[in-house]
């Protein structure tokens, strides 16, 4: 199974502010990695495949890269709507895993 | 707008069964996979079983060693997911998506999640 691994786990941040988040594959996984944004209480909300592509409406403060087995979300000007839990998803190889996520809180 | 309500979540006792239901609406169900997802208390997300259009490939965790069952019904646009043999383990949030393109799973469209409590 392939392991996803996010960190930091917790990161605190201020409005405005850029935030860089980080998820490593415990193996080759292509580009084939997802982001995620859960909000309390709500469903995910898909904002990136392909390592860098992001969804249908999501805003351009949103963005996504990767090198080798190491991927990166990052938001550029952090807005107060962003505050949330990110996960990512590898979906090279069955089964497909998660990582831990990562809690982007107001500092 | 593409829609995917769940449905069946209860408390059960540890042991039992239970099966899950989706019904899906703004989108051609019967072309997509489509996934289960699982959320335990304060954790993190959980993938639990994929199933092509057609329902003739599935695929699941492996540590759930047979115990659950995903399937649809195209005609009925729905998706469901019947667990047996529940244990406090599966206590979680069960979420419904849609998976985006074919061979390409990840989730671009998710349901609200019913909640499964497995507790004596």
């Known amino acids: 199974e392939i392991v996803m691994t996010q960190s930091p786990a917790t990161l605190s941040v201020s409005p405005g502010e850029r935030a860089t988040l980080s998820c490593r594959a415990s193996?080759?996984?292509?580009?084939?990695v997802a982001w995620y944004q859960q909000k309390p209480g709500q469903a995910p909300r898909l904002l990136i495949s392909?390592?860098?592509t992001r969804a249908t409406g999501i805003p351009a403060r949103f963005s996504g890269s990767a090198s080798g087995t190491e991927f990166t979300l990052t938001i550029s000007s952090l807005q107060s709507e962003d505050f949330a839990v990110y996960y990512c998803?590898?979906?090279?190889?069955?089964?497909?895993?998660f990582g831990g996520g990562t809690r982007v809180e107001i500092k | 707008e593409v829609q995917l309500v769940e449905s069946g979540g209860d408390l059960v006792q540890p042991g039992g069964s239970l099966r899950l239901s989706c019904a899906a609406s703004?989108?051609?169900?019967?072309?997509?996979?489509m996934s289960w997802v699982r959320q335990a208390p304060g954790k993190g997300l959980e993938w639990v079983a994929n199933?092509?259009?057609?329902?003739?490939?599935?695929y699941y965790m492996d540590s759930l060693k047979g115990r659950f069952t995903i399937s649809r019904d195209n005609a009925r646009n729905s998706l469901y997911l019947q667990m047996d043999s529940l244990t406090a383990e599966d206590t979680a949030v069960y979420y419904c998506?849609?998976?985006?393109?074919?061979?390409?799973?990840?989730?671009?469209?998710w349901g609200k999640g019913t909640t499964v409590t497995v507790s004596s």
């Open positions: 199933i092509r259009q057609d329902g003739s490939e599935t």
């Open positions: 392909g390592a860098s």
């Open positions: 193996q080759s996984v292509i580009s084939n």
């Open positions: 703004g989108f051609t169900f019967s072309s997509s996979w």
């Open positions: 998803q590898q979906y090279n190889k069955w089964p497909l895993t």
């Open positions: 998506a849609r998976i985006a393109f074919i061979y390409q799973y990840y989730m671009d469209a």
